[in-house]
């Protein structure tokens, strides 16, 4: 029953959404510049974009952060679970 027809061909393996360590936005310097007053940003609850612009020649990935408030979401089980689905 597991062997494919002409109906069913084989099924492909699931293509892997990663979050890998190249996009991970991890300077302290840079997190200052991204929550400062100076940065763009934009909201709609309960999600806020923040961003800076990048260098017009970099060659780097774009770097992301992903923070959960306390404050709206009680249970770390809630921020985990949000920060692995916006991960995903």
């Known amino acids: 029953m597991s062997e494919p027809t002409a109906n069913h061909p084989p099924a492909a393996a699931p293509r892997r959404y990663t979050f890998p ?26 999600l806020r974009l923040t961003w ?3 260098p017009a020649r970099s060659s780097a990935p774009p770097q992301v952060l992903i923070t959960v ?8 089980v809630d921020r985990n679970r949000l920060k692995r689905l916006l991960r995903e």
Do not use: D, M, N, V
């Not at 360590?21 to 609850?45: D, M, P, T, V």
């Not at 408030?69 to 770390?76: D, Q």
């Open 52 to 54: 800076l612009p990048a």
């Open 69 to 76: 408030s306390k404050r709206t979401f009680k249970r770390a």
């Open 21 to 46: 360590k190249a996009e991970h936005l991890c300077r302290k310097k840079l997190i200052e510049q991204l929550f400062s007053k100076q940065s763009a940003s934009f909201g709609i609850y309960p």
